[in-house]
Each structure stands twice: as structure tokens, then as C-alpha cells.
């Protein structure tokens, strides 16, 4: 039981730092014509993001699980918002926003994929860059 708990209380810190950051983001990039900037920010900076933790980060660093949880399902989770995005897409139907609703849902779904694409590809550039200095440090030896 304790074990679990330790786990709960890592989540509701990272919980806690990416929802100060979500709230920080979304006073930065208000706009004033009701496009949700700052939620289509976070959404695709998590969607860069996290593939890169998981598949980099971890196994560079040797991180553990309950960092790696804290990280992605604490942070990253609160960080990143499906319910915010449902409110904004469900928000700039309603208004009649017709082309601010296709370019948000465009730019969301297709450029998240991109991105986590690009964040596994970053992850395997950095992994491979480690390998070629490491292979570098040892024929210098």
C-alpha cells in the first residue's frame, strides 16, 4: 500500500506543475478572436514531447518508472488537455467559427501526429548522436 501511495503523491505533483504551466500558457497566448491558442500549444508540445521522454530521456538517464509515470501521466497529462480541446472545438461550433473549427481540428490532429512522429525521431537522433560520441571516446582511448 505504501508503494501506491508514493506513486499517487508523485502524480499529484506533476499534476500540480503541469496544470500551474497549462494555466501560465493559456494567459500567454490569449488571442482575442476565440481561436484557443493556448490549448492547441500544449497539445501539440506535449504531443512533441512526449515521445521523446519515453523513448530518449528514460533510457539516457536510467529514469524509474515512478519518474517516468510522474513525467508523463503527472505532468504531461495535466499539461496537455483533450477536455479543453473538446470545450474549444464544441465552443467555435457553436459561434459558427466554421473555418477557426477546421483549421483548429486540422491543426491539432494531423500536426499532434506530426509531431509525435518528429518527437521519435528526435529521440532516435539524440540516442544515435550518444552511440557516436561514446564510439568516438573509445577509439580515442
Do not use: C
Request: charged content about 15%; cysteine-free; overall charge positive.
Amino acid at each position: 500500500m505504501r508503494k501506491r501511495g508514493e506513486i499517487f503523491l508523485f502524480l499529484f505533483i506533476g499534476a500540480f506543475i503541469g496544470s500551474d504551466l497549462r494555466y501560465l500558457e493559456s494567459l500567454i497566448f490569449k488571442t482575442s478572436n476565440g481561436f484557443p491558442l493556448g490549448t492547441l500549444i500544449a497539445n501539440l508540445s506535449g504531443a512533441l514531447v512526449l515521445p521523446f521522454l519515453i523513448h530518449y530521456l528514460q533510457d539516457r538517464y536510467n529514469l524509474s518508472p515512478r519518474v517516468v509515470l510522474t513525467l508523463s501521466t503527472g505532468v504531461l497529462g495535466s499539461y496537455t488537455t483533450f477536455s479543453t480541446f473538446t470545450a474549444d472545438t464544441y465552443h467555435l461550433y457553436a459561434s459558427g467559427h466554421w473555418w477557426l473549427l477546421f483549421i483548429y481540428l486540422t491543426v491539432t490532429l494531423v500536426g499532434g501526429f506530426a509531431l509525435a512522429i518528429l518527437g521519435n525521431y528526435w529521440a532516435a537522433g539524440q540516442a544515435f548522436n550518444d552511440y557516436a560520441k561514446r564510439k568516438r571516446g573509445h577509439n580515442n582511448d
